[in-house]
């Protein structure tokens, strides 16, 4: 029967289905979003939360008044407070929270992290509970110790965790104590070394082990793993690693640092930002192969425009430079990689700092005596094989084309800018080389009619270049003579003989004085002012200090 059935079925054909009408865009929004409600309004807490937004969207602005923020704060406490804990995990509310720590005053501040106690660690590792906690750590100073002992024996774990990272990083490098520090470092020596490292009687690795020698290899063997765990984790960016990565470099035995650093090589890039950081990158290229290092160089390509104006990054493509003997490879893969954006780098606090250590070395008028005692000090682990000078010289030879290129086609901005002015003079005065083109560029500037605006000769970067570049040849210091001679005063008198006058009497006086006092034209300089001695004389009386010089030369 039943099979008869189906036939009938087959014979009358396929069932007819009818098709409904296409809903509009606005309608399936519509009908989205009614969905939405529908869904939250099941949530015990969505009446709640319903009406705290509606206050938050005046709080959280930035132009109402103080009083006004008073009251709004005291109803949106009158809103939460007892259910904190209920919210804490959603997106909007989670808005909500970070808002009242930032706007509310002590009391209600402590209110919301009294209710929070128990739950920062899980916090920490959710995606918008994090920010609440870093807003408890950052507004709620007191209760900071209160949260640390959340993470006590978790900072291990949650330093690997995405979210919690965060957290942890932000703790350590922002809003901890020196004491809260060591705590958390505390962390990376073993479970026996954060018990001994609780509270008050916080230390610091090297403390610890003065007073617990015996406990070095364990504790070494104990950092290794979770340092390894950080590194397959990617979390080399945070500060909190670098400290223990270079406390672990510094105390371990060759074998133990060689097998760290080689986890370490294709990322140094990520640490290179922080004191320590930059430290543990300088002591891996002192320490590596020269295979090694090519194997870093590649991996610093991207990103060595970045590294170079850094405040501690520089220093890493100082010791690079010092630790390589290839300087053919440095030269093509770092120095004209740089080159590319030297108008930048020039301009840098930092970034020029990389150019001036080619032309000058370890020059004190550029580089702290720290920075200099600190490079000195990497030289005696150094694996380089190739005397230190002879690298310089051979740098410095391979550099020096590129270098007076850019002077040549930017002298105009180069030298009217106050750092890249700097670099400038001293590659005029110390890179090596055919310096002709450059030279024809700056007299070129110096030519310039006189009432141009910012004039090379008068304006106050540009006129100390050529006032260098004027005294080079005959200059006692190392410092400030050239390296080859330039033979420039004569040429530039000889360009600015009809303005001379004019020079000596405003902001161009100490160029001029420069060519009364250099041998090869000081006899020409003094003959052809002699004849304008009244306008110097004026010019000296109206507090021209390079007037009255001349003034006494003649």
Same mark, same amino acid.
């Given at each position: 029967?039943?099979?008869?059935?189906?036939?009938?079925?087959?014979?009358?054909?396929?069932?007819?289905?009818?098709?409904?009408?296409?809903?509009?865009?606005?309608?399936?929004?519509?009908?989205?979003?009614?969905?939405?409600?529908?869904?939250?309004?099941?949530?015990?807490?969505?009446?709640?939360?319903?009406?705290?937004?509606?206050?938050?969207?005046?709080?959280?602005?930035?132009?109402?008044?103080?009083?006004?923020?008073?009251?709004?704060?005291?109803?949106?406490?009158?809103?939460?407070?007892?259910?904190?804990?209920?919210?804490?995990?959603?997106?909007?509310?989670?808005?909500?929270?970070?808002?009242?720590?930032?706007?509310?005053?002590?009391?209600?501040?402590?209110?919301?992290?009294?209710?929070?106690?128990? $739950?920062?660690?899980?916090?920490?590792?959710?995606?918008?509970?994090?920010?609440?906690?870093?807003?408890?750590?950052?507004?709620?100073?007191?209760?900071?110790?209160?949260?640390?002992?959340?993470?006590?024996?978790?900072?291990?774990?949650?330093?690997?965790?995405?979210?919690?990272?965060?957290?942890?990083?932000?703790?350590?490098?922002?809003?901890?104590?020196?004491?809260?520090?060591?705590?958390?470092?505390?962390?990376?020596?073993?479970?026996?070394?954060?018990?001994?490292?609780?509270?008050?009687?916080?230390?610091?690795?090297?403390?610890?082990?003065?007073?617990?020698?015996?406990?070095?290899?364990?504790?070494?063997?104990?950092?290794?793993?979770?340092?390894?765990?950080?590194?397959?984790?990617?979390?080399?960016?945070?500060?909190?690693?670098?400290?223990?990565?270079?406390?672990?470099?510094?105390?371990?035995?060759?074998?133990?640092?060689?097998?760290?650093?080689?986890?370490?090589?294709?990322?140094?890039?990520?640490?290179?930002?922080?004191?320590?950081?930059?430290?543990?990158?300088?002591?891996?290229?002192?320490?590596?192969?020269?295979?090694?290092?090519?194997?870093?160089?590649?991996?610093?390509?991207?990103?060595?425009?970045?590294?170079?104006?850094?405040?501690?990054?520089?220093?890493?493509?100082?010791?690079?430079?010092?630790?390589?003997?290839?300087?053919?490879?440095?030269?093509?893969?770092?120095?004209?990689?740089?080159?590319?954006?030297?108008?930048?780098?020039?301009?840098?606090?930092?970034?020029?700092?990389?150019?001036?250590?080619?032309?000058?070395?370890?020059?004190?008028?550029?580089?702290?005596?720290?920075?200099?005692?600190?490079?000195?000090?990497?030289?005696?682990?150094?694996?380089?094989?190739?005397?230190?000078?002879?690298?310089?010289?051979?740098?410095?030879?391979?550099?020096?084309?590129?270098?007076?290129?850019?002077?040549?086609?930017?002298?105009?901005?180069?030298?009217?800018?106050?750092?890249?002015?700097?670099?400038?003079?001293?590659?005029?005065?110390?890179?090596?080389?055919?310096?002709?083109?450059?030279?024809?560029?700056?007299?070129?500037?110096?030519?310039?009619?006189?009432?141009?605006?910012?004039?090379?000769?008068?304006?106050?970067?540009?006129?100390?270049?050529?006032?260098?570049?004027?005294?080079?040849?005959?200059?006692?210091?190392?410092?400030?003579?050239?390296?080859?001679?330039?033979?420039?005063?004569?040429?530039?008198?000889?360009?600015?003989?009809?303005?001379?006058?004019?020079?000596?009497?405003?902001?161009?006086?100490?160029?001029?004085?420069?060519?009364?006092?250099?041998?090869?034209?000081?006899?020409?300089?003094?003959?052809?002012?002699?004849?304008?001695?009244?306008?110097?004389?004026?010019?000296?009386?109206? $507090?021209?200090?390079?007037?009255?010089?001349?003034?006494?030369?003649?």
């Amino acid at each position: 029967m039943a099979y008869t059935e189906t036939a009938v079925k087959r014979k009358e054909g396929p069932e007819v289905h009818t098709e409904q009408p296409k809903k509009s865009k606005i309608e399936s929004r519509k009908e989205q979003k009614n969905t939405r409600l529908e869904r939250k309004a099941h949530d015990r807490s969505f009446d709640m939360i319903t009406e705290a937004k509606k206050v938050w969207e005046q709080l959280r602005r930035g132009d109402i008044k103080r009083e006004e923020q008073k009251q709004l704060m005291e109803k949106m406490m009158s809103i939460i407070q007892g259910r904190v804990q209920d919210v804490i995990f959603k997106h909007d509310a989670s808005r909500i929270i970070q808002t009242c720590l930032k706007k509310g005053n002590g009391e209600q501040r402590n209110q919301i992290t009294e209710e929070l106690k128990g $739950k920062y660690e899980t916090l920490a590792k959710s995606m918008y509970g994090k920010f609440i906690v870093l807003k408890a750590l950052e507004y709620c100073h007191w209760q900071r110790d209160s949260i640390l002992s959340e993470f006590r024996t978790h900072v291990r774990k949650m330093i690997r965790h995405k979210e919690a990272s965060a957290v942890i990083e932000g703790f350590y490098a922002q809003f901890s104590t020196a004491a809260q520090r060591n705590e958390l470092l505390a962390e990376f020596y073993g479970p026996e070394m954060t018990l001994f490292n609780h509270g008050g009687a916080s230390k610091s690795l090297e403390a610890l082990l003065e007073t617990m020698p015996e406990k070095k290899e364990p504790v070494l063997k104990y950092m290794y793993d979770v340092l390894k765990g950080c590194l397959d984790k990617g979390t080399l960016v945070h500060s909190i690693v670098h400290k223990p990565l270079l406390q672990f470099l510094t105390l371990a035995d060759a074998k133990s640092r060689d097998e760290l650093m080689s986890l370490l090589r294709d990322n140094l890039q990520d640490m290179v930002h922080t004191r320590e950081g930059a430290r543990v990158a300088m002591l891996c290229l002192s320490y590596s192969t020269p295979k090694d290092k090519k194997t870093i160089i590649k991996a610093f390509k991207p990103f060595l425009s970045k590294i170079a104006q850094d405040e501690y990054g520089y220093l890493v493509l100082l010791r690079l430079v010092d630790v390589t003997d290839d300087t053919v490879l440095v030269s093509k893969a770092v120095v004209d990689e740089l080159c590319k954006h030297a108008k930048e780098l020039f301009a840098d606090k930092f970034g020029r700092r990389f150019f001036l250590y080619i032309l000058t070395g370890r020059n004190t008028r550029y580089l702290s005596s720290e920075t200099v005692q600190q490079l000195i000090a990497g030289d005696e682990i150094s694996t380089s094989k190739k005397d230190l000078k002879v690298k310089a010289s051979e740098l410095l030879n391979a550099c020096s084309p590129s270098l007076i290129k850019m002077v040549k086609n930017d002298a105009a901005v180069l030298m009217r800018e106050k750092l890249s002015s700097q670099v400038v003079q001293e590659i005029m005065l110390h890179a090596v080389g055919d310096k002709s083109e450059a030279i024809d560029a700056i007299l070129e500037l110096a030519g310039e009619n006189i009432e141009k605006e910012n004039h090379v000769m008068e304006h106050r970067f540009a006129n100390r270049i050529i006032k260098a570049m004027v005294k080079a040849d005959s200059s006692e210091t190392e410092n400030d003579k050239a390296v080859e001679p330039l033979e420039f005063a004569p040429k530039l008198l000889e360009v600015i003989r009809p303005n001379l006058t004019h020079f000596a009497t405003n902001f161009g006086s100490f160029v001029v004085l420069a060519l009364a006092e250099e041998p090869s034209t000081a006899k020409e300089v003094k003959n052809v002012l002699k004849k304008s001695k009244k306008d110097i004389k004026q010019a000296a009386d109206d $507090k021209n200090v390079g007037a009255e010089k001349l003034l006494a030369l003649l």
